[in-house]
């Protein structure tokens, strides 16, 4: 038996071994898959592509039918405050994205290769991708950060693909607002993250136009006091990618 034949037989007997003792789990549900299926089973893969699937709105990111547009907004979006100029989804905060975006925020960050890619495929699905300078995660607070130990939108920020923009962590948290899911309404949502960002003394972002990156969109209160904060520091547009646009049916 030559080289090759033996280095061939040496990775299968490997294969072997690691599919005896490590079978292939579904990154996120844990069901048993083949190893031929990219990390995940055939049911998440299906939920993935119907949360994806829908038109939406390009200026709050909620569901909407492009034909139900008016000048860019949707009914339920024109006539507010919104500081953000344009918004990019990956999908609708449900099913198994949902439990992905959980998991992704309580340790699992080995869940942001999948992550990521769905961020990827909404960046470059955008209007605005030519447009990005500077990609912003949005921040935690540093006692938050300690705690978790990361910050998962810098992480998914750092698995986002351009040819240009870089990302910055000159938008800081200065203030430990409340959890946003505890607030009971969208004001009062505004008013727990009303002056809880800041821009770093020295770092402002003027004349550019600057991509915000947040794991779930609600009520868009913490992305619109982010964006107001940077047009604050100069930036001359501000965009927003989110892997999940959660409270499609009501305000």
Request: hydrophobic share 35%.
């Amino acid at each position: 038996m030559n080289r090759a034949k033996l280095k061939r037989a040496g990775t299968f007997a490997l294969q072997s071994l690691n599919q005896l003792f490590w079978p292939p789990v579904c990154i996120n549900c844990r069901e048993s898959i083949c190893e031929t299926d990219k990390s995940l089973c055939t049911k998440c893969w299906q939920e993935l592509s119907t949360c994806a699937a829908g038109d939406y709105c390009p200026r709050c990111g909620r569901d909407a039918s492009k034909y139900g547009l008016l000048e860019g907004a949707c009914p339920d979006c024109q006539g507010r405050e919104i500081h953000f100029d344009q918004i990019a989804r990956s999908g609708v905060y449900k099913d198994a994205l949902q439990q992905m975006i959980l998991s992704f925020k309580k340790g699992r960050t080995e869940l942001d290769s999948t992550l990521g890619s769905l961020a990827n495929s909404a960046l470059q699905g955008s209007t605005f991708y030519n447009d990005v300078e500077l990609f912003v995660p949005v921040p935690l607070h540093w006692s938050r950060r300690l705690v978790r130990g990361y910050n998962q939108s810098l992480v998914l920020a750092k698995r986002l693909n351009h040819a240009t923009a870089k990302i910055s962590t000159d938008l800081v948290r200065i203030r430990r607002t409340k959890s946003q899911p505890m607030m009971a309404s969208p004001a009062a949502r505004a008013r727990n993250v009303a002056g809880a960002f800041a821009v770093r003394y020295g770092h402002d972002f003027t004349g550019r136009n600057v991509c915000l990156v947040d794991d779930i969109k609600t009520t868009g209160a913490t992305l619109n006091e982010c964006a107001r904060t940077l047009k604050q520091a100069g930036a001359s547009r501000v965009f927003a990618l989110v892997l999940a646009v959660a409270g499609q049916k009501t305000a």
